[in-house]
């Protein structure tokens, strides 16, 4: 499986497991996010975020990188429920990203009207 099949694969099961689709909040984590509502996944991902902060803090000191591809892995997998969540997958991301391919961060910033 690629990657970006993983992604989608994941996406799938997530959509699953929605209220509206029989997800089982006894049975499944996601089931239990999405029932429980958009506080409980928020903030998770606000935890999750500040723990790839420490985790990478940590390789900085010389720490292990492992650490941090499963914190990362951890913010991943909450954002994608919060997309799903919100009618949005991760290939709404990944079309954006494509959008901005080639696109200079600097560029970007000085074409947009407010700066
Ligand atoms: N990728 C994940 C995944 N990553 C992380 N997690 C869960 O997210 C939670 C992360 O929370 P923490 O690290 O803060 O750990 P914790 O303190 O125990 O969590 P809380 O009690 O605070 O919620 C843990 O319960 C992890 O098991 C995940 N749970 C599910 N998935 C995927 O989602 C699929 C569907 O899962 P279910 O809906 O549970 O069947 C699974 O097959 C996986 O592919």
Redesign the pocket.
């Known amino acids: 499986m690629t990657q970006e099949n993983t992604l989608a ?2 996406a799938a ?2 959509e699953s ?1 929605k209220p509206t689709n029989g ?1 089982n909040p006894e ?6 996010l999405l029932a429980k509502g958009s506080d409980s996944f928020l903030k ?1 991902i606000g ?2 975020a500040t ?1 790839v902060v420490m985790a990478a803090k940590d390789v900085d000191y010389g720490a292990d990188k492992d650490k941090l591809v499963y914190e990362v ?2 913010l991943w ?2 954002s994608m429920v919060m997309l799903a969540h919100y009618g949005l997958s991760a290939q709404d991301v990944l079309r954006e990203l494509a959008r901005r391919e080639g696109l200079s961060g600097l560029v970007e910033k000085a074409q947009r009207s407010d700066s």
């Not at 049975?27 to 239990?32: I, K, P, Q």
């Open positions: 694969a994941l099961v997530i497991r997800g049975t499944s984590y996601v089931a239990r998770k935890e999750e723990e892995a951890d997998f909450h």
